[in-house]
């Protein structure tokens, strides 16, 4: 039987295995850092408008630039980020991801490469390595914030075409101080000029005020942000960028022809309607996030500090065998990898509640 390393594929993608998480049909699912919250009633009814006001013109393209989108999209960051962005700002795309493969297939690709500091979101690494596009790995501290002095040198060694910093960051939940971008992007600027990509896909989770006002007379650096978490939006995919107009106008030359259904713009046009409600959803995951990080550590386990929806807890001699025991109690979580930690996404409190009676049960056990 073929296959997929029989098939001439690129010698990169060889011995590769596609992104995923486990889906499994158990009581309790908390390993996407999905919103467990679904959208309120009147939300389900706009949209349902919304998109039937859109069906009316399916025969044609949708708004190639989605503009209005855009405009609302500034509108909202310039609220809640505290910096004022105008639609020459703003591009939207297939969920962040797009946005990043867009970013990458724009100032990386063959015979260019990219840095982040791992562990991290892997997909910059999948999408890099998608785009052909080198990929190294940068340092982090023990306590999983970023060297910044090994950072730099790293920069200045490698001298990556694109830099990702992710804040907060997935798996670990740690957020990056405004000083640490401004001197990973002087590094990066030193170097050579380089792309640097702010990722910020859980920044309204964060203790922290957003990086947003950063992008202010930087025309190298971006802000990337989803509507996956905070507006409970995961199966709409819908990801979006801030920046410099020159860079919007960039990565144009690589988007494909309509890449923006008309039912994606006009349902993210109906979320967007309803921000401050779906933005009261956040703030009461943020206080059930800081719960778990309060309750695992008085349980007894080392935590992570979290600016996320998700809390990175440990520390395991088998980590993958504790996800397994949990598991085993109706409860599933991540398990990223990271040597010793397993990651929880923050759900209802009933969620989370389950969760945590099957962590003190595992505590018990091994205590007994």
């Not at 908390?30 to 009316?56: H, K």
């Not at 797009?98 to 690709?109: A, D, R």
């Not at 509507?227 to 995919?237: E, T, V």
Request: glycine share 8%; proline share 6%; no cysteine.
């Amino acid at each position: 039987m073929t296959g997929i390393d029989d098939l001439p594929i690129r010698e990169e993608l060889k011995g590769k295995t596609p992104y995923g998480a486990p889906q499994l049909d158990v009581p309790v699912r908390l390993n996407t850092n999905e919103n467990p919250y679904p959208l309120p009633e009147e939300l389900v009814d706009r949209i349902a408008e919304r998109v039937r006001e859109a069906a009316r013109t399916l025969n044609r393209y949708p708004d190639r630039d989605a503009v209005e989108l855009r405009t609302e999209l500034a509108a909202y960051l310039t609220k809640t980020a505290g910096h004022p962005v105008a639609v020459e700002n703003l591009w939207a795309a297939n969920g962040s991801n797009e946005i990043l493969q867009q970013l990458l297939q724009t100032f990386g690709g063959p015979g260019r490469t990219a840095m982040g500091f791992e562990p991290s979101y892997s997909m910059h690494a999948l999408i890099s390595r998608g785009t052909g596009t080198g990929w190294i790995p940068g340092p982090r501290n023990e306590d999983f914030t970023i060297d910044v002095e090994a950072a730099q040198q790293a920069i200045a060694e490698h001298r990556p075409d694109v830099v990702f910093i992710t804040s907060p960051n997935n798996p670990t939940g740690t957020a990056v101080e405004a000083d640490t971008v401004l001197a990973l992007y002087e590094a990066a600027q030193a170097a050579k000029p380089s792309l640097v990509v702010v990722d910020e896909a859980y920044g309204e989770f964060s203790h922290r005020a957003s990086l947003l006002p950063l992008i202010e007379g930087r025309p190298h650096l971006v802000l990337s942000r989803t509507m996956s978490k905070a507006f409970g939006a995961a199966g709409l995919r819908l990801g979006y960028l801030a920046a410099d107009p020159a860079v919007v106008d960039a990565v144009q030359l690589v988007r494909l022809p309509y890449h923006l259904s008309s039912v994606t713009q006009a349902t993210a046009l109906a979320a967007l309607e309803h921000t401050d409600t779906l933005l009261g959803y956040v703030e009461a995951l943020k206080a059930e996030r800081d719960r778990l990080v309060a309750e695992l550590r008085a349980i007894g386990h080392e935590v992570t500090e979290s600016d996320a929806n998700f809390v990175q807890f440990g520390r395991f001699d088998d980590a993958h065998a504790v996800w397994q025991q949990i598991l085993d109690r109706g409860v599933l979580v991540r398990d990223n990898g990271v040597p010793g930690w397993l990651r929880v996404t923050a759900g209802t409190p009933d969620e989370n509640d389950a969760f945590l009676e099957a962590v003190r049960d595992l505590k018990k056990e091994r205590d007994a």
